[in-house]
């Protein structure tokens, strides 16, 4: 090779470098592979002897490292299914607990600057009946559920003692007449009702709200009713129905047009069935919309309408300015029920103050009403009322 040659190509090296450099890149080369072998090799744990993971203490492979057995999740305990019974005064499943809650009776105002008054929607029964000046007057019965604000709350009488006393009842009131104070006095510890007046709770478990002048102001509501019954003594207990309850008619079952009009010296209340859902929506003096609960502005619209019908006098209590009423509200008299948009010409009884006030079919047996609220409508044997049958479905288009 010529010179000129070597210089286009790579350069000549002597024998003696070229052994020399291999040697070298031999050793090189076997350097980087102990290097790289000791990069590929795992960290030691901590607290080891320096022995790759995957070897013994020796060095010699023993296997992939093992995985740490997964703790298992624990199934969570499935909460027990509630076990419901029927409410005593409405036939509605509720727990065993709700079922034994005591009842209580709240009088409520039914003034013109009263509305819309606050806690039907949440009681179970509710009784209408005339007070003084043509005025009727509301008690709501609250039982397995209890009301977000009832009121206004006003003063005792003695016929609605008498139907509070059914179910030894807390009776909320403000005051009373003469005659209701002497018998809450002589039985408001449990005889017959526990009293729980005004005159003692305002301030603590009733107030006075400020959109509304007296005496239409007094509110209180489940928490200060629950503090009232602690304090009178009403604990819970199991609670005896009086009535009979069944399931509701299938809805192609149910009647059309039933209507109930009751009319007191104060005001007409007229019920309208509806038979979707199986309840009586309730007007007030002909208004085109549906009396409603102040506390949710849902209708007021029961499951049964009942009239009972009975003799007022005047009360003779010392006061004839007052014209306060008598009300013979024990023994028997006309009864009109309507559950299922049908209507039943009955019979009541009511065999003394505190005995339970049945309703009775034509033909004497026991009137067995649909599950849910009832209201009571008490009217003088002189206040005029009508009945609208609803027209049935047509049969050939019933289920079969």
């Known amino acids: 090779m010529t010179d000129q040659q070597a210089g286009i190509g790579e350069r000549s090296v002597s024998p003696g470098l070229a052994v020399g450099l291999l040697v070298i890149a031999v050793a090189v080369g076997v350097g980087a592979g102990a290097l790289l072998a000791g990069s590929q090799g795992s960290t030691t744990s901590a607290g080891s002897s320096g022995s790759p993971a995957g070897s013994d203490d020796t060095g010699r492979a023993s296997g992939p490292p093992a995985t740490p057995a997964a703790t298992p999740t624990p199934t969570p305990t499935p909460e027990p299914t509630p076990v419901l019974v029927p409410a005593p005064l409405t036939g509605l499943p509720v727990t065993e607990a709700a079922a034994q809650q005591h009842p209580i009776a709240v009088?409520?105002?039914?003034?013109?600057?009263?509305?819309?008054?606050?806690?039907?929607?949440?009681?179970?029964?509710?009784?209408?009946?005339?007070?003084?000046?043509?005025?009727?007057?509301?008690?709501?019965?609250?039982?397995?559920?209890?009301?977000?604000?009832?009121?206004?709350?006003?003063?005792?009488?003695?016929?609605?003692?008498?139907?509070?006393?059914?179910?030894?009842?807390?009776?909320?009131?403000?005051?009373?007449?003469?005659?209701?104070?002497?018998?809450?006095?002589?039985?408001?510890?449990?005889?017959?009702?526990?009293?729980?007046?005004?005159?003692?709770?305002?301030?603590?478990?009733?107030?006075?709200?400020?959109?509304?002048?007296?005496?239409?102001?007094v509110y209180t509501d489940a928490d200060h009713l629950g503090s009232m019954a602690a304090?009178?003594?009403?604990?819970?207990?199991?609670?005896?129905?009086?009535?009979?309850?069944?399931?509701?008619?299938?809805?192609?079952?149910?009647?059309?047009?039933?209507?109930?009009?009751?009319?007191?010296?104060?005001?007409?209340?007229?019920?309208?069935?509806?038979?979707?859902?199986?309840?009586?929506?309730?007007?007030?003096?002909?208004?085109?919309?549906?009396?409603?609960?102040?506390?949710?502005?849902?209708?007021?619209?029961?499951?049964?309408?009942?009239?009972?019908?009975?003799?007022?006098?005047?009360?003779?209590d010392g006061h004839p300015e007052k014209k306060r009423l008598d009300a013979e509200d024990v023994g028997s008299g006309e009864a009109i029920i309507s559950t299922n948009g049908r209507v039943i010409e009955g019979t009541w009884n009511k065999a003394a103050a505190d005995a339970p006030t049945l309703l009775f079919g034509p033909d004497g047996?026991?009137?067995?009403?649909?599950?849910?609220?009832?209201?009571?409508?008490?009217?003088?044997?002189?206040?005029?009322?009508?009945?609208?049958?609803?027209?049935?479905?047509?049969?050939?288009?019933r289920e079969r």
């Open 107 to 217: 009088m409520v105002d039914d003034h013109l600057d009263a509305r819309p008054q606050s806690g039907f929607n949440a009681a179970a029964q509710v009784w209408q009946a005339p007070a003084e000046g043509g005025i009727p007057r509301y008690m709501l019965i609250f039982q397995d559920a209890r009301p977000a604000a009832v009121g206004p709350i006003r003063s005792a009488r003695q016929y609605f003692i008498d139907w509070a006393s059914e179910w030894t009842a807390m009776y909320v009131h403000v005051g009373g007449s003469p005659e209701a104070m002497a018998t809450l006095r002589s039985g408001g510890a449990g005889q017959l009702v526990y009293n729980a007046d005004g005159f003692r709770f305002e301030g603590t478990d009733m107030w006075r709200i400020k959109e509304r002048a007296a005496p239409h102001n």
């Open 231 to 316: 304090k009178v003594g009403a604990a819970g207990g199991p609670v005896e129905p009086a009535w009979a309850f069944g399931d509701a008619t299938r809805a192609v079952d149910r009647p059309s047009g039933t209507t109930i009009t009751i009319h007191y010296p104060y005001e007409t209340i007229t019920y309208r069935y509806q038979p979707p859902t199986n309840t009586y929506a309730r007007f007030i003096d002909g208004a085109v919309t549906p009396q409603v609960d102040a506390v949710d502005g849902r209708p007021v619209a029961p499951t049964n309408v009942v009239i009972i019908r009975m003799r007022f006098g005047a009360l003779n």
């Open 365 to 397: 047996l026991p009137i067995t009403l649909t599950a849910g609220q009832t209201f009571v409508q008490v009217i003088a044997l002189s206040y005029a009322y009508e009945i609208v049958e609803g027209t049935a479905p047509d049969a050939g288009i």
